[in-house]
């Protein structure tokens, strides 16, 4: 089986802008959760989608959304960039079930200017 | 907040080596989970372990779960330069706080 894969892997912005993550689960997962991993903060987590709902959200603004699609791919938007969202953002795939193990892609690192 | 706190911070040892690495919180969870991430690359899964007192091993490393269930321990035995990494203990619980991560022990072995 494929891995998580996420594009864009690299991705350099500024401030104001929006920006759109990709990620694709492995293949029969039905859940994708998203995190954010900077130095000061450690690893976060944003938000949860099982079949294309959300199904769990940490606390984040509301300028971080995502949406999940028929097909289980995921994306994530960040509206309004600030310096401190550059970060690595993580997502992981996983059957949906409870306890179920999480399986990472490489993550996407972002870069706010 | 459910933290999870973990120690050390940083950890620089030599090969052959060995160390512990705790993970601890003020609330009691069902499962604990241990990660390593290596560098450019997403945490990958370790051990699960659940019932309070269990003992995994995994070739050279040895997890602990406490008795009640509020930490958890990660024992490398002779330390080798492809342990070097981020590792994390993990729990899953529910709402704001659905998936977290500990703090997070950098593990450098050096040759």
């Known amino acids: 089986k494929a891995g998580v894969t996420q594009t864009p892997r690299y991705l350099i912005k500024t401030r104001g802008q929006q920006v759109t993550l990709s990620c694709s689960p492995i293949?029969?997962?039905?859940?994708v959760s998203w995190y954010q991993q900077t130095p000061g903060q450690g690893l976060q987590f944003l938000f949860e989608?099982?079949?294309?709902?959300?199904?769990n959200k940490g606390n984040f603004p509301g300028r971080f959304s995502g949406r999940q699609f028929s097909n289980s791919r995921s994306e994530m938007n960040v509206s309004t960039l600030e310096l401190g969202d550059s970060a690595l953002y993580l997502c992981?795939?996983?059957?949906?079930?409870?306890?179920?193990?999480?399986?990472f892609g490489p993550g996407t690192r972002l870069l706010v200017l | 907040t459910q933290l999870l706190e973990q120690s050390p911070q940083f950890l620089s040892i030599q090969e052959g080596e060995n160390l512990t690495v705790y993970c601890n919180s003020s609330?009691?969870?069902?499962?604990l989970q241990w990660y390593r991430q290596e560098p450019g690359e997403g945490p990958v899964l370790l051990v699960t372990?659940?019932?309070?007192?269990e003992v995994k091993k995994l070739k050279r490393l040895t997890f602990q779960f406490g008795d009640a269930r509020k930490d958890s321990s990660l024992h490398i035995t002779a330390a080798q330069p492809g342990d070097t990494g981020l590792y994390l203990c993990?729990?899953?619980?529910?709402?704001?706080?659905?998936?977290?991560f500990g703090t997070g022990t950098r593990l450098k072995v050096l040759a």
């Open positions: 992981a795939s996983s059957s949906g079930s409870y306890q179920e193990t999480q399986y």
């Open positions: 293949s029969g997962h039905r859940s």
């Open positions: 989608y099982f079949s294309e709902t959300q199904r």
């Open positions: 609330s009691v969870f069902s499962s």
């Open positions: 372990v659940v019932t309070g007192g």
């Open positions: 993990f729990r899953s619980g529910s709402g704001t706080y659905k998936y977290i």
